[in-house]
């Protein structure tokens, strides 16, 4: 920088505040300021490439040009230049210039922008928000907060303020011309504060609505606390609301409405006319996203900091329940939830509306879900209690079998529940092979690392079983007892909707998704999931969707015909790729093919195909190699969905759905081909996804036309699973695997499996 130093630029060392002016640049390095980039040039930078004359140093530097003056000049004087030094400066002639070149700082950049232009300005608050949102620099948007709140009551761009005009209703003259004003609205926002997440148990204790931006009322309805102000009756105000919510043709707005949809059933009331959940419009427009939660969407779109739950209720073992919020509090609470929802909603609406694809996935499978979702959930599933008991002493004995070995092969006793005395274990007592480091140096033991060392050594094995029946256990055999619900007598778990990227939906409490399917213990805790007296389970499952949806989008004539003509697919790409006739596949052929069909869809590498199959990586990518030259459409649809990725920055579903890829042109190779596999896989899941969708809606739809005594209960993964009047089996069967049939139109078939049983393990 000092070559930039001039008699009107000084440069200053903000380390220490230090001034170097023209006469301070002489005194450091010996030379002026204009000698500056000779001088570095002279001396190169090894941590730069920026090649010098071989040891030449500041002195020497210093001393040529102050004899010389320019590196010009000491060239056509490097002939009386004497001794090595002299020798080194005539073979660096070649690159002198081009370090003279490297270390000139160019000053001749166009700037698009004034001086007056270059002064500090205000800061950019909402930019700001969005950023410290975005790397959960959760103390600066603190900070953010309380700023905002000691700044005048004027709103930020797009966000709520300390002056929106929230109000208490505790009249009921003032609540009838409210209902009066929800009447005549267009759309209008609804939220209720209950007693509890659950919505099986949750009590409303208070609810509120908005249908101007800035403006929203709170209705207190169960606040209990010493001194509460009288408040309306909860039955007299829902029973007043119960037209409004009930009108389908009255549109509602919310944020994960299902929640509240839940929670109104507890009293009768069935919510219909859902017209918009800004959840869901956040998670449409970007599933990649942050959160999805309002506080979050609200400081990314509206850079505004909500008020949070624990703000007004307290956190741990001191908060206290909302009912016993104070009234004022709850209502800036409760009020700014409705309010900001329609702020967000007049946000969000718009760019969904200028994505045609999006708004028809939003408006058409997102949206219309939610009432199917809130009826399998509060449908729930019965549970056989006393079986999953007995299975939970097995295990337990199991655990303890499985401990003693441990003990045994390690020749001490250690806690299998505990990474740092398996890595003394492991690393230090076995000295077993350290395969993976942690970030902080340590030995891995996590799963991937012990399943490689256990095709070896006996002890990871054991530890591996121990995990997953541990696991199983606590979450499964020893949890969904205390799941059941003391008034339905079952399990209801929670769907969520915008959470998986792709499209797929979780579930939680219970999380039904993680259940094994392939161990014995996973399938005898499917067996507790029964139909109740006189009815039964019916399980309804597409087969192999993701690769028929491979098959759709890469066009591959070979894979089009093998689905064609009903084949048997991993048998058919078997004699593909090892050039054999189909009936002289073996079992360990198909077996290849079906880790490379289903390998393949997952972005799996010949490294991971070679791990799997148990040979080395060069066969492995014969194989693969092999596979793509009998199915060259697949490699083609491969190769143009990763440049479509890397060009636009996503990829997109049969239905339009989009999944941003922020990675996909990252320089570190292993964030990059991530997202390469992610880019291949996430157009054939999330078509499977959004396939799975319009089946529940379709097969919802039809059980409510037609009044079936059957009712949809869970969805997991690719499959639907209903509990069935016995006597109605034989008619719900073929029509529900007909209309998961026809949901989607592709290149192939769709094709589905049912089963029924008395439980869910019989039904597959």
Known sequence: MAQLVDDHISLINTMNNTRLDRQGVMEKFGVTPEQIIDYLALMGDSSDNVPGVDKVGPKTASKWLQEHGTIDQLLASADSIKGKAGENLRAAVATLQLARQ???????????????????????????????????????????????????????????????????????????????????????AFDTETTSLSYMDAEIVGVSFAINAGEAAYVPLAHDYAGAPAQLSREAVLAALRPLLEDGQRPLLGQNLKYDMNVLANYGITLAGIAHDTML?????????????????????????????????????????????????????????ADVTLRLHQALWPRLQQEPLLRDLYQQIEVPLIPVLSRMERNGVLIDVPMLQRLSEEISSQLQQLEEEAYRQAGAVFNLGSPKQIQEILYERQQLPVLQKTPTGQPSTAENVLQELAETYPLPQIILDHRGLSKLKSTYTDRLPEQVNARSGRVHTSYHQAVASTGRLSSSDPNLQNIPVRSDTGRRIRQAFIAAPGYRILAADYSQIELRILAHLSQDEGLLAAFAAGADIHRATAAEVFGIPL??????????????????????????????????????????????????????????????????????????????????????????????????NAPMQGTAADIIKLAMLAADRWLREEQVDARMIMQVHDELVFEVAADAVDAVRPRVSALMCSVAQLRVSLVVDTGVGENWDQAH
């Open 281 to 337: 419009q956040s998670y449409v427009l970007n599933s990649t996203g942050s959160r999805h939660d309002m506080d979050t969407l609200a400081l990314q779109y509206l850079s505004y900091q909500t008020i949070h739950y624990e703000d007004v209720t307290g956190k741990g073992a001191k908060q206290i329940p909302f009912s016993a919020v104070a009234v004022a509090d709850a209502t800036r609470y409760a009020a700014e939830d």
């Open 102 to 188: 490297l270390v000139t700082i160019n000053c001749g950049i166009p700037l698009p922008l004034s001086a007056d232009q270059l002064q500090l300005q205000a800061p950019d608050r909402q930019k700001l928000a969005e950023l410290f949102t975005r790397l959960e620099f959760k103390g600066w948007l603190a900070e953010l907060k309380e700023e905002d709140s000691a700044r005048p009551a004027a709103a930020d761009a797009g966000g709520a303020s300390a002056s929106a005009n929230y109000q208490m209703i505790v009249d009921a003259g003032e609540f009838d011309r409210w209902c009066e004003r929800l009447r005549q609205a267009p759309l209008f």
């Open 583 to 680: 009936e002289q596949v073996s079992n360990e052929q198909r077996r290849s093919a079906k880790a490379i069909n289903f390998g393949l869809v997952y972005g799996m590498s010949a490294f991971g195909l070679g791990k799997q199959l148990a040979i080395d990586r060069g066969t492995a990518q014969q194989y693969i190699d092999l596979y793509f030259s009998r199915y060259p459409g697949v490699k083609r649809f491969m190769d143009q969905t990763r440049e479509q990725a890397r060009s636009q920055g996503y990829v997109a579903t049969v239905f339009g759905r989009r999944l941003y890829l922020p990675e996909i042109n990252a320089r570190n190779p292993q964030r990059r081909q991530y997202a390469e596999r992610t880019a291949i």
